[in-house]
């Protein structure tokens, strides 16, 4: 089973429109004529176009941080699947655990965003992971699960193909502490074992499952050579270039 590698940076809430549009320039350069691994970068809602238009013509996918549910409505705030398409974006990230923690969104909500997401042509990457107290208390697999099976409510088998799954343990996010080897490759399994119960094993073969929590050109081929870890979803070290670029060219 093959699965092409997808690097991607999560830019948060970070760069004004000149400073997005020169890391975006830097990102496609080194990303020229790269056909074994994908690349994609989510700049914030306001640089999307700009960013867009900096990639054009190289292979890098552009994706939003978050979605609203709805096609147009009173819901100020929100952004939604065709506002998203129509600024560029190919992809979206959903459920980030600072969406979760700091900004108390649901697996409810998370479901809603994937699913509009999804019925809008947009391919979505759902966020999962535990925080240090779950860990501590030995129910990263129930709280793994719990995220998966409520995230993906109601996602139909072939609406799966499209979406990425992201294991990033809260306790590691931004704080320099990377999960070990084995650490991310047991959760990674278990989240394909997941998948196999919810649809089946063939197409849990096939679902991108991508590490995130302080990547760095450090302990990206490491990572990248554990058999279920099949992309890297970076914060910190994407808004550099040459640390990204580092991370995009893994051994
Ligand atoms: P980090 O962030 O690489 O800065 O730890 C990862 C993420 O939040 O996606």
Redo the contacts with the bound molecule.
Sequence with gaps: MTRTPLI?G?W?MYLTKAEAVALASAVAAASKGLSDREVMIAPPFTTLAAVKEAVAGSPVKVAAQNVGWEKEGAFTGEISPPMLLDAGAEMV?IG???RRHVFGESSAMINRRLRAALQFGLLPIL?VGETLAEREAGSTFTVVEEQLAQGLADVTAAQMDSVVV?Y?PVW?????KTASNAQAQEAHAFIRAVLSRLYEKTLAERVKILY?????PENVDSLMAQADIDGV??????LNAGAFERIIHFQ
């Design positions: 991607a999560n948060k990230i980030h655990s600072e966020c992201a990033e590691a996010i931004g704080t320099g995130g929590g302080s990547v760095k979803l970076v914060g910190g070290a994407s």
